[in-house]
């Protein structure tokens, strides 16, 4: 089970930190991502880790740059640092693990994470 957090409501330019704890299972080995889903819209990739030793890390363009994802398999948990906020950025934030152990490529597929949290909302005001 994945719990976000940290969704709140931010102004452009300021940063914000998001939580997903995962309980139940170890993200150890596995990629985790982040997606994102604006109001009215499909959800959208936004960052992912890999869960191999060589630890690879793909972001979408529209948050390079910006975001950062990272991971602590001893706590079991993946944060994503949000900075220079834009108002485009508003969404839930979903958390996800990849349904793949050990998968060689960064998955950036929704349909390559079986196990989602519930989202944390991040609202972005001009």
């Known amino acids: 089970q994945l719990q976000a957090s940290g969704g709140g409501l931010a102004q452009v330019g300021d940063s914000l930190i998001l939580s997903c704890a995962a309980s139940?299972?170890?993200?150890?080995?596995?990629?985790m991502g982040w997606f994102r889903q604006p109001s009215g819209k499909e959800r959208e990739f936004v960052a992912a880790?890999?869960?191999?030793?060589?630890?690879?890390?793909f972001y979408d363009d529209s948050v390079k740059g910006r975001f950062t994802i990272t991971r602590d398999d001893g706590e079991n948990e993946v944060y994503l640092n949000l900075n220079r906020l834009k108002s485009e950025d508003t969404a839930i934030y979903y958390c996800a693990k990849d349904s793949e152990y050990r998968r060689l490529d960064v998955a950036t597929s929704a349909d390559d994470y079986d196990n989602w949290g519930q989202g944390t909302l991040v609202t972005v005001s001009s």
């Open positions: 880790i890999g869960g191999r030793t060589v630890i690879r890390i």
């Open positions: 139940g299972g170890d993200i150890f080995g596995y990629g």
